[in-house]
């Protein structure tokens, strides 16, 4: 019997060299280890050993179990630790094409308006979209009868007809004014909703950028040197400039900023109707009843307002003649940019 157990355990050390895989330690663990292994029938058999024998024997067997045991938990902890440190990627495999996203070009024609004033000296601030008639309408001068406040052009709030979406960002001169002591330098970007067709033209939903600086003594040349900045800094030095004279409620005088088309340099094209001219932005000087309605005197203080459709801003950069195009979500269109 104890011969017997000698070439078991000379068995085992020669499967233990052997070991070096998964594969191959299961494989030994079911050989020897197993209920019916080769080691529980060592065990089985020593029933029929003599009674005096049985002690030295089943020393011997437990001492080989024991070891072979060990031994089989450290091979399965060292094997075990070596795939887990083993990537589990192929690095042999072809890699993948990653899409890299970037800014929609709307809001990229925004920031870059956006920082061009700021670098003019001008802040930034936001306000409601979900305005009251106070400040959309009756602070900004909108005679009660204006047609801009009919339901063909205004979203009312069903809810409460004094609630709707602003048709511009000027409420938001008129909260800047009741919070801030002039002199006044602000900037107002965002969204604005007007219930028009859709058209290659329009949009009932677009982004408009509008300024307001007052302090005493500013004057119309003041308006018209930052507007011309704006420009050269927005859509080149080599520009001509013309202020048409035009009529809003909340400045006057009040005018339309034309400049030089910049895609023909003003010999005609498709994209300024063959005038030489595109239109970019409405300004003028705040009316007195907007500076009252902000609770400034407009004795002593004076200032000057304008806006800009960032739609068709970014129209006449990209050279896009269908504003629907930036909202379609079309990756042929937007990747361009």
């Known amino acids: 019997m104890i011969e017997e ?21 299961e494989k030994f663990h079911n050989l020897f280890l197993v209920k019916k292994g080769k080691i529980q029938q060592l ?9 005096e024998e049985k002690p030295a024997v089943g020393k011997i067997l437990n001492e080989l179990k024991k070891l072979v045991e060990s031994r089989y938990r450290e091979i399965h902890e060292k ?28 809001y990229q024609t925004m920031r870059q308006m956006v920082n061009i004033f700021i ?61 801030t002591t002039p002199p006044i ?17 329009s949009l009932a939903e677009f982004h408009q950028i509008e300024g307001l600086y007052i302090n005493r003594r500013v004057t119309f040349a003041e308006l018209k040197g930052t507007m011309i900045e704006f420009s050269r800094r927005m859509f080149g030095e080599n520009l001509r400039f013309r202020f048409r004279p035009s009529f809003f409620p909340f400045t006057e005088p009040s005018a339309e ?11 005609g094209c498709r994209v300024c109707k063959y005038t030489g001219w595109l239109e970019i932005a409405g300004c003028g000087m705040v009316h007195p ?49």
Do not use: W
């Open 289 to 337: 009843n907007v500076l009252k309605a902000g609770n400034i005197d407009p004795e002593a203080y004076t200032g000057f307002a304008f806006g800009l459709g960032i739609e068709r801003v970014a129209m006449l950069l990209t050279g896009i003649d269908d504003i629907r195009m930036f909202y379609i979500n079309d990756l042929r269109v937007l990747q361009q940019f």
């Open 79 to 106: 094997i075990t630790a070596e795939i887990e440190s083993t990537p589990k990627v192929d690095l042999t495999l072809p890699g993948r094409v990653n899409f890299v996203g970037h800014h929609h070009p709307i």
């Open 5 to 25: 157990i000698k070439k078991v355990e000379q068995e085992i050390k020669e499967h233990l060299e052997k070991i070096n895989s998964k594969e191959e330690l």
């Open 43 to 51: 065990f089985d058999r020593m029933r029929d050993l003599p009674k």
């Open 119 to 179: 670098e003019l000296g001008f802040k930034v601030a936001e306000g409601p979209e979900i305005e009251d008639e106070y400040h959309n309408f009756d602070a900004l001068n909108f005679p009660p009868d204006h047609p801009a406040r009919d339901m063909q052009d205004t979203f009312f709030i069903k809810s409460d007809k004094k609630l709707l979406l602003r048709t511009h960002t000027s409420p938001v001169q008129i909260r800047v004014m009741h919070s």
């Open 257 to 267: 900023l034309d400049i030089t088309c910049f895609l023909c340099r003003g010999k």
């Open 185 to 201: 330098r602000y900037i107002m970007p965002g969204r604005v909703y007007r219930n028009e067709a859709i058209s290659a033209r």
